[in-house]
């Protein structure tokens, strides 16, 4: 993976989106700068959750953009997708890495640099670290703080990307923290401009 792959990373969450919308909402994004694109629903039954992928998928390698699922090796592996990313409650990540090969990509969630350092030895390709703001898309018990994330990144080799209620009005806090980019859910999913959104934040000098 380039790690110009990793600047603005999107997330998803359909919400209340038709599949339609729900897919043009993810072209808007890549058109507008979205450099990669992860699928994470975590409500959808298996079936649901790979039709849904390979609907993702026809869309991202239309613009050569990296696409990865959230949680779900089965899906991956069975989509072709560019690879998963698990959180510290999934398959250890070299577990991971034995399943899927040398040529999928591996990223892991990591709030400490603890599990920074054990994702690296393990295999991780990338780390997501997060939350850094408040967010209502996922249930935080603690946020991650800049120092912390700062720490991180001088710590480790891998490319961050930093997660977690990220927006325009406060992306520019973590410039300077060493992340290779950002991944956002709802300064995208949920705007009626997906599109200048996407180019607005991919244009931050991190
Ligand atoms: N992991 C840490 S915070 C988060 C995830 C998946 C949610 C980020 O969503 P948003 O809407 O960009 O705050
Ligand atoms: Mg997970």
Redesign the pocket.
Known sequence: MNKSDLRLYL?T?RGNLSEQDFLTQIEQAILGGATCVQL?EKEMSGRSFYQLALQVKAVTDRYGVPFLI?DRLDIALAVDASGVHL?QSDLPVAVARQILGPNKLVGI?AKTVAQALAAQIGGADYL?V??M?P????V?TQETTRETLKVITETVKLPVVA?????KANSHQLIGTGITGI?????I??SSHPRNVAAELSQIPF
């Open positions: 997330v969450d994470r959230n959180g969630s997501g997060g939350a703001f967010t209502t898309t996922k935080i997660i977690g209620g990220i927006s991944a956002v859910v709802s300064a999913m949920k």
